[in-house]
């Protein structure tokens, strides 16, 4: 069967980083093509023997953006197994890839009135407009704080996750940084004790086993994993027959590197039944690629 991953989203994001980790992983890739094209397209690919495609599409193709939602259902209703992918960023990350790329955003010229140039900010405020709809109702990754490294590892394990079952993320940040725009529940346990003010534990992660057996040891980490367990196991259901592909559910502390890592983890063993499943640590080096 053809697979299609679908790589949409904010200008300045990451898709073009997305795109090459797929390529680099045996899929045809296709660059802004016009979302009238896409059923056209598809068809080619199955004829042509095709099995796995990624194609981008975002406001580049102009006068389409409205159809997008319409035409990704239609696909699915035909049985087609689409995966689409929606990368976003918050507008201070946004603008300083800009400034650091120097290049200009795709709808200046488009905006453009009585030779008055749009500022960037406006562009992206546009933009953000123009792609609402879609980002509404499809995966989403906030790429803000991520490095190359870790987008690239995670778009490799969202597309390696078996279909269609939703695909459940436990995620977690540093509130320093701010709170993921991926998320689709959020839980703060920086009220838990902290292993960095030990010296020993500082340069750890919540991912080391002496991390864990020290946060293990107190009650109120126990019964914080416990709470939040047992919320995501009642309403898990629930949020399965509201007919979503994905439920991130992020995990916060004050430096994303101890007690959110470690909770995080916890929730994933015991959840390990849950197919499929992935576990992604903002705040932490990428794991190497194969």
């Known amino acids: 069967m053809l697979k299609i991953v679908f790589i949409t989203g904010i200008s300045g994001s990451g898709k073009s980083v997305a795109l090459r980790m797929l390529e680099d992983s045996g899929y045809t890739c296709v660059d802004n093509l016009p979302a009238r094209f896409l059923h056209d397209f598809i068809a080619m690919s199955r004829e042509g023997g095709m099995e796995r495609v990624a194609i981008a599409i975002d406001v580049r193709s ?30 201070h990350t946004l603008m300083q890839r800009y400034s650091e790329s120097r290049r ?49 590892a995670w778009i490799r394990d969202l597309i390696r996750a ?62 914080m994993v416990d709470d939040i367990a047992g919320f995501v196991e009642r309403w898990l259901p629930l949020y399965m027959q509201d007919t979503r592909n994905y439920l991130t559910i992020a995990i916060g502390c004050t430096g994303g590197q101890h007690r959110s890592v470690y909770v995080a983890e916890e929730l994933a063993r015991r959840f390990s039944y849950h197919s499929p499943l992935l576990v992604r640590h903002r705040n932490q080096p990428a794991p190497d690629l194969p």
């Open 62 to 91: 102009p006068g389409e953006l409205d159809e997008l939602p319409a035409v990704i259902t239609s696909l699915r209703a035909r049985g087609t197994a689409i995966q689409v992918v929606f990368l976003d960023s918050n507008d």
């Open 104 to 152: 200009r955003h795709p709808l200046t010229d488009r905006l453009q009135r009585d030779g008055i140039t749009p500022s960037l900010q406006e562009c992206i405020a546009t933009e953000r407009r123009m792609l609402a709809s879609l980002r509404e109702q499809e995966h989403v990754i906030d790429t803000s704080d991520l490095t190359p490294g870790q987008l690239r």
């Open 162 to 223: 078996d279909r269609p079952a939703v695909v459940l993320t436990f995620e977690s940040f540093a509130y320093k940084r701010g709170v993921p725009g991926d998320a689709d529940l959020v839980f703060d346990v920086r009220c838990l004790p902290n292993p960095y003010y030990d010296h020993l534990l500082r340069p750890m992660t919540g991912r080391d086993v002496p991390v864990a057996q020290w946060l293990s040891q107190f009650g109120s980490v126990g019964t």
